[in-house]
């Protein structure tokens, strides 16, 4: 199994900045595309920005400009930089991971964080 802890959720005002991190662990062989979703309540989990294991990125289109998705291969770590945020990106942030354990490195399965809270607010 694949375990995803995610930090750096928080209470922030319009305008501001928080980082988010997300960090694998487990028996891995190779970790694939990773990235993070959203959930705000009463609407479904959203892709916000996920990127592949060779660097290609993809953004919803209203974080475009906005947020910024990195990865550290050597650590299984995955960040999401989030500036200018606004009211609605207000959500529960996951963290989302496509990997191979080394008991079966053919075998691809997708793995979800925790979740942690971004509230934006004045």
């Known amino acids: 199994q694949v375990q995803l802890v995610e930090s750096g959720g928080g209470l922030v005002q319009p305008g501001g900045s928080l980082r988010l991190s997300c960090t694998a662990s487990?028996?891995?062989?190779?970790?694939?595309?990773m990235g993070w979703y959203r959930q705000a309540p009463g609407k479904q989990r959203e892709l916000v920005g996920i990127?592949?294991?060779?660097?290609?990125?993809t953004y919803t289109d209203s974080v475009k400009d906005r947020f910024t998705v990195s990865r550290d291969n050597a650590k299984n770590t995955v960040y999401l930089q989030m500036n200018s945020l606004k009211p609605e990106d207000t959500a529960v942030y996951y963290c989302?991971?496509?990997?191979?354990?080394?008991?079966?490195?053919?075998?691809?399965?997708?793995?979800w964080g925790q979740g942690t809270q971004v509230t934006v607010s004045s």
């Open positions: 990127i592949a294991s060779g660097g290609a990125i």
């Open positions: 989302n991971a496509e990997a191979s354990l080394r008991a079966t490195p053919f075998h691809k399965s997708n793995y």
């Open positions: 487990g028996n891995i062989f190779r970790m694939n595309v």
